[in-house]
């Protein structure tokens, strides 16, 4: 009798764990086991550290994207953000550093503040555009992250700009805190952050509220054009926090930054449960999505999967997210 009503439990976990988690678990545990036949070396701790190290960018732009995508939007402009603010930052550096020759720290914060303000600006665009002009969020991002690419190549002409201080690449690029890479300490102070404000603060509670009903919200006097310009500029700044993470990275300030990283932030918070809906997000999941993203990209290199081959897979995957997301939110509807 015990074993009659505990089949039909264990049968029904799987669909428990979709419904709860989404379809992340399931994909995760494919690519581990195909990319282990694929290649012996995918699960040695030092490809999986490899792969922590690697995943802190795409983790960074993905948590600003969740952000948009919880508030019922998304973000196509975050890759420009990072080129802009890369390009920007690096150009005031360089103009700074002649004026400032031996105040090094105050060039690198120069540098610093104008990726953040164009980034702002950027970011105060779209959510205005959104917010006040009822525009698509699609339209909108998608024609400000034109807009934005144009200004990195004009400004550039599509020469990396070199010359930046030593200790900038020395500290943010390569630099450690107890034998831990500064770009990780950077992620994940910046994950605690968004989980406190996400999970433990009013302004995380609205953005659920607008993203889940905004009529609702709206009659529940929340302020949702001032959420959703907020969520914008949000995920603006932490894009140009990875672009200057980036340009530390590679010591130059570069237009071509971030150039698929849109999709694949996108891809990633779909992939973890983020509905395109808005509504339904966690922190924590989207931080595994990243993660997964970059573990499909390293598990596909060491199988020696081109490059464009790897673009199809990553894009067909983004598909079936979109798709169990939708059977996943009739579910949670029938409950």
């Known amino acids: 009798m ?54 802190v960018y795409l983790v960074l732009v993905s948590l600003g994207q969740m952000l948009v995508l919880i508030s019922g939007g998304f973000d196509l402009s975050v890759g420009t953000v ?33 990726g953040f303000a164009v980034a702002l600006i950027v970011g105060a665009v779209n959510g205005i555009g959104v917010a006040l002009f009822d525009v698509s969020p699609f339209i909108m991002t998608l024609g400000v992250s034109s807009v934005g690419t144009g200004l990195a190549l004009f400004l550039t002409g599509g020469v990396p700009v070199s010359g ?33 404000l996400m999970a433990r603060t009013r302004v995380g509670a609205r953005i659920y509220a607008v993203g889940g009903n905004i009529k609702a919200a709206h009659l529940s006097a929340i302020n949702t054009r001032g ?72 598990g596909m290199n060491l199988a020696q999967v081109s490059s464009y081959m790897q673009m199809v897979l990553i894009g067909l995957l983004l598909i079936c997210a979109v798709i169990f997301d939708q059977l996943r939110y009739r579910m949670i509807v029938k409950g």
């Open 227 to 298: 959420t959703l310009i907020l969520v914008y500029g949000l995920c603006a700044v932490i894009a140009a926090l990875t672009g200057l993470l980036l340009t530390a990275r590679v010591e130059s300030g570069d237009a071509n930054l971030g150039g698929t990283i849109a999709m694949e932030s996108i891809a990633a918070c779909v992939i973890a449960g983020v509905s395109l809906r808005g509504g339904i997000g966690r922190v924590e999941n989207v931080v595994l999505g990243a993660f997964f993203i970059i573990l499909m990209q390293n």
């Open 2 to 55: 015990m074993q009659a009503n505990s089949k039909p439990s264990l049968a029904a976990l799987p669909l428990r764990i979709f419904i709860k988690l989404g379809v992340l678990p399931f994909f995760l545990i494919a690519a581990v086991v195909i990319f282990t036949l694929a290649a012996p070396n995918f699960l040695s701790p030092q490809n999986l550290i490899n792969v922590a190290r690697q995943s």
């Open 82 to 114: 990072i080129a802009l603010s890369s390009v920007v930052s690096a150009l005031a550096m360089t103009w700074a550093a002649q004026i400032f020759p031996d105040a090094i720290w105050l060039v690198i914060l120069i540098g610093a503040f104008a």
């Open 164 to 196: 930046l201080p030593f200790a900038f690449g020395d500290t943010f690029g390569f630099g450690r805190v107890f034998g831990v890479p500064v770009p990780v300490v950077i992620a994940v102070i910046a994950i605690i952050v968004m989980w406190v």
